[in-house]
């Protein structure tokens, strides 16, 4: 197929387009380059590319393409927070012009990744697909929109399918510092404690970078029967933990690191159980990668291409580094780009 993907100059699209051209799909990419030079090692070479912000993408520029996996987001909670009307217009407004101009443009299926944490306060129960959604944050409540939204889109020759992600993590080139566990393997690196500003309690479901691509490829390829306007939880029941749990794992990854659990923060209201089972039975996908694996190979790599603390706090979290580019005067007020290319 020829594959469009949207934020693969991001943390999951650098391990996306790889893990597409691997089974043989015809990759471009579609990207502002918020985070081009957030790079940690080395990435592959770069596809063919659109450079565009999303909300100017126009239905030429996606003409001939079979299927759009659309990653490109505002990606975290602390920045749908700081500025929750960009969030609606980048995240759910533009996201859901892009799958009508899709349509419009003969695009057959339209990938979308959405998030577990659509969920909410969801408690210590198992949540299937079919589960209230009950989102917290801007963030959260912009991925409902375009499920609602893009799933009026459907019809017999436009099949989208919403992929609800289990939290991130994992390494990528592009790494993102500002996810659970990346978060807390590398402060373990750099200061010897893993820190847990909550109370520990959280559940949390995670899934490897990866088995997000993976579970991509598996819709792309799958019977269009199987995917027409689902959605799916993306990770493995094995992987929901409690934040203490998982900075648990950590401290046994990183040699010589201990455990403070401040909860300067107090109580985290989002707190979720995932069943991840329908993906299982009817696309015969399954994660693979456990938290501890992950927080084995976080060590090594940190340690291995070197991570230093501004890196970490500052290039590879979210709000820090679009912070930065605004002072800089690289984006203005609204996120765009005050000259392509700067």
Partial sequence: MRVLVTGHQGYLGTVMVPELQRAGHEVTGLDIGYFADCVLGETAPAPPTLTVDLRDVTVDQLAGFDAVVHLAALSNDPLGALAPQITYDINHHASVRLARLAKDAGVQRFLYASTCSVYGAAGADLVTEEAPLRPLTPYAESKVRVEDDVA?????????VFLRNATAFGFSPRLRADIVLNNLVGY?????????LSDGTPWRPLVHAQDIARAFVTCLEAPTEAIYCRAYNVGTETNNLTVAEIAQSVVEAVPGSTLAITG??????????VDFSYARKELGFDAMWSIPEGAAELYREYVARGLTADA????????????????AGVLDDELRRVRIGA
């Fill in 312 to 327: 970490f706090f500052q290039r590879y979290t979210r709000l820090a580094h679009l912070t930065s580019l605004k002072d």
């Fill in 152 to 160: 009026a889109l459907a019809d017999s020759g436009f099949a989208p």
């Fill in 264 to 273: 300067e923060s107090g109580a985290d209201p989002r707190s979720y159980r």
């Fill in 188 to 196: 373990a690196v750099l200061t010897g404690e893993v820190k847990v």
